[in-house]
């Protein structure tokens, strides 16, 4: 592996509506090597996502104006956004919701409470499987 390489800085979009998960996520991944947006609701998120495309979001499903599946849906529906990989990351964890959000085309689908060296573990999988994120 080029040395350049090794210093991938992927993006990610964390879409949560609690301040205290946007926070802590963004502190942790920051110190795992990540570039990190936080959105705190769908609309903010489709803004964010329209003008610089992450490599991957980490999406919430209960959030006022606009749930987590319907953001799915409209970054699935916007050829910009259609292969970027989305984890659920979600306190729904129902067969039907999961099973719906595969449906929808995530890539991976985590309740709360989770663990944060799991998560990583998981965005760093997604990534790597993908293929498709930037590399520089």
């Known amino acids: 592996m080029s040395e350049s390489a090794e210093v991938i800085r992927h993006r990610i979009l964390v879409v949560d509506d609690d301040e205290h ?3 802590s996520l963004s502190q942790y991944l920051e110190m ?3 570039d990190v947006d936080v959105a705190s609701g769908g609309r903010e998120a489709l803004e964010q996502a329209a003008l610089q495309t992450p490599d991957l979001v980490l999406l919430d499903i209960m959030m006022p104006e606009m749930d987590g599946f319907e953001v799915v849906e409209s970054l699935r529906a916007q050829e910009k ?14 067969d039907t919701d999961v099973l719906r959000g595969y449906q929808l085309g995530v890539s991976s689908y985590l309740t709360k409470p989770f663990n944060l060296d799991e998560l990583v573990e998981t965005i760093r999988e997604v990534l790597e499987a993908d293929g498709t994120a930037r590399k520089a």
């Not at 956004?81 to 990351?89: A, D, G, H, Q």
């Open 81 to 94: 956004t259609s292969r970027v990989p989305i984890i659920l990351l979600t306190a729904r964890g129902q």
């Open 21 to 23: 998960i946007q926070k």
């Open 32 to 34: 795992e090597d990540f």
